[in-house]
């Protein structure tokens, strides 16, 4: 059986869809490469964005662990502080004790020396020499010396005539040089005078006269002495003492009183 070739009609036709074929391949091909490039560049702004959010990450955690590290070194100055603080708080606080304390201390030792120095101030002034008048006579002395004196004559005011001359003659041979000296040998001769030693009594009394003619008990000693030469009986004796004594001392109230002695031996 022989086959008919085709007409030229079915050939155009022919030719026509292979043309269209072709095309739409080419066409295909062309959106095929277009997807993939596609693709490509979407896979590829993929991976950078990747690579952003893991460059992100890690300069995220980089920081972290900075900013922790950061905290944790503020924390740890921080409490270094806080115990330097603490520490200088308590420095503080002792300090302001130990001053308190030596301010005390100080107070304290103030006070004893002032109590010493009033204490050695006390002392001292036993010691000091002040200012005595006695008899009309103004003099020096210390007060030991004007102690031992007031006692010696605090026992002849009493009546211990024994006591008292024997304490006299003691003062006298302690203090040779004394304001008291004339005074205390006057006293003396009157406590020989109590004690009814007239003999004695007279030679002190001379002594003193010898030493202190002018002293303002002058008159009473020659009166005192014309008195012990009469208790001795003696009354040639006591009638020339009363006449030296209005001789020597007319102004005197012993003068006075010798005038009227003198009278009765007559």
Not at 153 to 168: H, M, T
């Amino acid at each position: 059986m022989r086959i008919a070739a085709p007409s030229a009609g079915v050939r155009a036709i022919a030719a026509a869809a292979l043309c269209w074929a072709a095309l739409a391949g080419g066409a295909a091909q062309a959106a095929l490469f277009e997807d993939e490039q596609a693709r490509k560049a979407i896979l590829d702004l993929r991976n950078r964005l990747s690579q952003v959010e893991e460059q992100s990450r890690t300069r995220a955690a980089a920081l972290t662990a900075e900013q922790n590290e950061q905290i944790q070194s503020l924390r740890r100055s921080l409490l270094e502080m806080n115990s330097q603080i603490e520490a200088l708080r308590a420095e503080i606080a002792r300090l302001r004790g130990a001053n308190e304390t030596l301010q005390r201390d100080v107070s304290e030792l103030q006070r004893k020396q002032q109590d010493i120095g009033q204490s050695v101030e006390n002392r001292l002034r036993k010691f000091e020499p002040q200012k005595v008048t006695l008899d009309g006579v103004e003099f020096n002395a210390s007060p030991e010396e004007k102690r031992q004196f007031d006692e010696a004559l605090a026992l002849l005011r009493a009546g211990e005539f024994d006591q008292a001359s024997v304490a006299l003659s003691t003062f006298m041979r302690r203090w040779p040089a004394s304001g008291y000296t004339a005074s205390a040998r006057f006293w003396q001769g009157n406590a020989l005078y109590g004690k009814r030693d007239y003999k004695e009594a007279i030679g002190v009394f001379r002594a003193f006269l010898i030493a202190s003619p002018t002293h303002p008990r002058a008159p009473e000693a020659l009166l005192a002495i014309a008195n012990s030469q009469s208790e001795m009986k003696d009354s040639k004796a006591a009638r020339k003492t009363l006449e030296e004594l209005i001789k020597t001392y007319p102004e005197s109230e012993a003068a006075v009183a010798g005038k009227e002695r003198l009278a009765s031996l007559k």
